[in-house]
């Protein structure tokens, strides 16, 4: 169950947070931090997978992650109408050798928002770029960018060692929480 989605982004910012994201195919996020802009407070947001997500707020918004599913559906297409598609459960990356935001080629992207600064949008433009380079590297294939241990499930258990890259494998259905993480993991 999803809970309220503007009682929950103004109790973010409520707790003193400066930044929302949400996970959930909303607005609300945008349209709160946008309220509270407005009202002179600092606020924003991070919707998700909605191109017209900062529509409400644009002061508001900096940037939008979403999906391309139409890449993929056009592949499964064919493959059905050539007699070839069997089911199966597919990670499917960015296309980051020709860009991420490739509307023909990539399944995932990110639209920067009007609400990032022009001094973030450089530090952004840094870090996709390592980003980028480390998914390109061969040495890297089947890890994740950002995730380098060490790092430790909620009960202690070794995910990855010190300074060990973190199998995509290995994080996709984690069993349980990382560790420093508040929630059951059950």
Not at 62 to 84: K, M, R
Not at 117 to 143: C, H, I, K, Q
């Amino acid at each position: 169950m999803t809970l309220d989605a503007t009682e929950e982004s103004n109790a973010f910012f409520d707790r003193g947070f400066d930044v929302v994201m949400s996970g959930i195919d909303t607005t609300e996020m945008v349209a709160v931090a946008g309220q509270r802009r407005a009202e002179g407070e600092d606020g924003y947001a991070v919707p998700y997978n909605s191109l017209e997500g900062c529509n409400q707020a644009p002061e508001a918004c900096l940037g939008i992650p979403y999906y391309n599913w139409g890449v993929e559906y056009v592949d499964i297409i064919e493959a059905v109408q050539a007699g070839t598609w069997e089911q199966s459960w597919d990670w499917v990356a960015p296309d980051f050798e020709n860009g991420m935001n490739n509307p023909d080629t990539s399944i995932t992207g990110y639209q920067l928002g009007e609400g990032l600064s022009e001094e973030n949008r450089e530090t952004l433009d840094l870090f996709v770029d390592e980003m980028v380079a480390y998914a390109l590297d061969p040495a890297n294939e089947g890890t994740i960018f950002l995730w380098e241990g060490p790092l430790n499930l909620q009960d202690g258990m070794e995910l990855a060692p010190e300074a060990a890259p973190v199998l995509l494998e290995d994080i996709w259905y984690l069993p349980q929480l990382l560790e420093g993480m508040v929630g059951a993991s059950e």
